[in-house]
């Protein structure tokens, strides 16, 4: 599909020193940003908010054959990281490895300074020709300052969706658009052509979801009653038990379709989404972790924090947490029976038996990590936490080799190389609207919560390019603002 409206926006967008373009999910935005770049003119600066981010724009730019001298490609705290290092006696930039968010609105409030002390004006005007600036809506505060301040310097284009808008800025205001976006950038289109639904084939998709959207920003209730084939409703039950079957339920029917599958799910409750992928873990289902995971962190604490038999409880207690099947009663009462001189178990769990016995006996980190490798290979071992349980054995390797002292700052290191190399998201994956953000499928299944509001409930019926099936107690209903 092809809109002729949108042919001129690469020229006026270069043409402006401030501007904003609205697009809906699937609607082009990334052609523009690409077209834009190829128009030349100078070497263009196009900051994200993700490595993943950066990965798919590089990806995208290479493939339209734009040459490699028209744009430089970093995230926002990256590129003010860097710089902010660069001058520390302009910038007050302590900071070489930020950790917390703290950490992080110093950064931020170091580039700020910087850029507004005129000390690199010259530098970013011979570096830049422009700023493009993508998934804006994903700015709190601090970053909208930073670009603000770049503003004052060269002509910038922010490219984002207020619909969705869902990032977690924990307890931080987000940019608002109308007061703060348009006020300083101004709204020069709205993208809202479903090319994305177009190039699968699927029109029918495309034009619901016009019509989807326009009710989802007017308030209007979500209507499920009447839905093209490729989108399906299925009650869902409000008891837990029943409302799990009917979720495992859907997800092996959905396994027959063509593709790859998400479900989505609550997205405050981790708990409930991983109980899903344990249920369907030899199904290869596997849970979407946050890049910041809490229940690593709580974990690792465990490990770290105690020895002895606490450590070993702490070990079984991750495995629990990652895998099923892994026989937890079982293997404790055969560690003991190793003890006591007996064999009990030795046919379940053979040699991880006197691994067990050495850990619970006061052995390293060595013997935690071949604890946990060897019951992540055993055969009646299914892995539903693969990016919890594949962390901490990087970390636990890291540590054992010297490149860290202290298993939680080796956590750290680990995730911060995941969000620079990009994650590997499983075939069959369970999620949450913030985690699936940005990501395409061919098949979704989204599942009712009170905690989804309208954004949330955007960002999920756009992730399928195939088919939809929502699970709601209701074929029509509204959700929170």
């Known amino acids: 599909m092809h809109d002729e409206a949108d042919d001129d926006l690469a020229e006026v967008i270069c043409s402006l020193q401030a501007a904003s373009v609205v697009a809906a999910a699937g609607c082009g935005k990334t052609e523009q940003i690409v077209k834009a770049a190829a128009r030349g003119g100078g070497r263009r600066l196009i900051l994200t908010h993700t490595h993943a981010g950066v990965d ?115 307890g931080q205001t987000p940019v608002d658009w109308k007061t703060e976006v348009f006020q300083r950038f101004p709204l020069v289109r709205t993208l809202s052509k479903p090319y994305r639904w177009h190039k699968h084939g699927n029109v029918e998709m495309a034009d619901w979801l016009e019509k989807t959207r326009s009710a989802l920003e007017a308030g209007e209730p979500l209507d499920f009653r009447q839905t093209p084939a490729c989108v399906a409703w299925e009650w869902l039950p409000d008891q837990d038990g029943p409302r799990q079957g009917k979720v495992v339920g859907t997800c092996l029917s ?19 989404r991983a109980l899903i992928a344990k249920r369907l873990a030899k199904q290869g289902f596997s849970n979407i972790e946050p890049v910041e995971c809490k229940s690593l962190y709580a974990a690792a604490k465990k490990l770290k924090s105690n020895s002895g038999s606490k450590r070993f409880d702490g070990t079984l207690d991750m495995l629990e947490q990652c895998m099923s099947g892994v026989g937890r009663s079982d293997f404790v009462k055969a560690v003991a029976s190793r003890k006591a001189g007996g064999a009990l178990g030795t046919a379940k769990f053979g040699s991880l038996i006197d691994i067990g016995l050495a850990l619970q006996e006061g052995a390293g980190d060595d013997i935690c990590l071949a604890l946990i490798q060897g019951f992540s290979v055993r055969p009646t071992s299914y892995v539903f936490r693969r990016e919890m349980l594949s962390a901490m054995q990087s970390a636990l390797r890291m540590k054992i080799a010297g490149e860290r002292s202290d298993l939680l700052d080796a956590i750290w290191q680990v995730q911060n190389r995941i969000r620079h190399a990009g994650r590997h998201i499983a075939y069959r994956s369970v999620g949450s609207t913030l985690l699936v953000k940005g990501l395409e499928f061919a098949n979704a299944i989204v599942v009712h919560s009170p905690n989804m509001n309208r954004k949330d409930w955007y960002v999920a019926l756009t992730r399928a390019t195939h088919t939809l099936t929502i699970l709601a107690p209701h074929k029509v209903f509204t959700p929170v603002a």
């Open 254 to 272: 959905a396994m027959a379709r063509d593709g790859n599958l998400v479900v989505i799910g609550d997205p405050i409750n981790l708990a409930g």
């Open 56 to 170: 798919a724009l590089r990806k995208r730019l290479k493939d339209n054959g734009v040459s490699t001298t028209l744009f430089a490609i970093d995230t926002i705290a990256g590129w003010c990281l860097r710089y902010g290092s660069s001058y520390p006696a302009r910038s007050g930039l302590t900071i070489t490895e930020p950790k917390g968010e703290q950490d992080w609105a110093a950064v931020y409030g170091s580039a700020i300074k910087l850029i507004a002390s005129g000390a690199v004006s010259r530098v970013l005007r011979a570096s830049y020709c422009g700023l493009f600036v993508d998934e804006y809506q994903d700015c709190g505060a601090l970053q909208h300052n930073v670009i603000a301040a770049l503003s004052s310097v060269l002509p910038v284009c922010v490219f984002g969706d207020p619909l969705q808008a869902i990032f977690d800025f924990n």
